[in-house]
């Protein structure tokens, strides 16, 4: 179109934001990845396990799932602030799962029968999640329906944080239990019993 319509001597070329996302290429993919290998690692060292803190990041997926959709629904982009929003949901279902695997380990460690100590977790954990993901969700309601300047940036941060949230708990709730039993008996399989000392 610039060749067809625009002067000899003319031509075009982003600017501001445009030209920032353009230079910089697509980089989110490289920047989640790092944030979930980081997540893995800390987890790895918390549980002293190679198999559980898969259990706590097979809720990321269903929490970016949803953000990518309410984005689609709403007719926003993958932009900046969408991205930031998505660094934030990251985090917190990630604690959210932590808080609930550590339960039903602790349950586990206790004695209690494997499927019986994700159930305990379900159920001790329930109005905890609810609250935490409600709260956040009430708190990014006024950036979903911004209106003036700078609503685009506001809209995408609320509407992929609402939708990564909603998605993301429901996943905490009947899915992550049922991960942690299959992990769970996974390590237990493979991590030999050390004979306790006299």
Not at 20 to 25: F, L, R, T, V, Y
Not at 51 to 77: D, N
């Amino acid at each position: 179109m610039a060749a067809r319509y625009l002067p000899s001597g003319f031509g075009y070329e982003f600017g501001g934001m445009s030209r920032e996302e353009s230079s910089s290429g697509n980089t989110a993919v490289l920047v989640f990845s790092i944030c979930i290998a980081f997540i893995y690692l800390i987890l790895c060292a918390l549980y002293e396990s190679l198999t559980i803190p898969l259990a706590v990041i097979a809720a990321i997926p269903f929490g970016l799932a949803g953000s990518f959709l309410f984005a689609r629904w709403w007719g926003l982009e993958n932009n900046v602030y969408m991205q930031i929003g998505l660094i934030m949901l990251i985090g917190l279902l990630a604690k959210t799962a932590i808080l609930l695997t550590e339960y039903a380990t602790t349950r586990r460690k206790d004695g209690m029968g494997l499927i019986a100590s994700a159930i305990s977790a379900a159920k001790a954990r329930f109005r905890p999640i609810i609250m935490t993901s409600a709260t956040m969700v009430f708190g990014m309601l006024p950036l979903m329906f911004a209106s003036g300047v700078g609503a685009n940036g506001n809209i995408s941060v609320g509407v992929s944080t609402v939708g990564g949230l909603l998605f993301g708990t429901l996943a905490l709730l009947f899915i992550v239990p049922v991960l942690f039993v299959v992990f769970q008996y996974l390590h237990e399989k493979i991590t030999p019993k050390h004979k306790k000392t006299v």
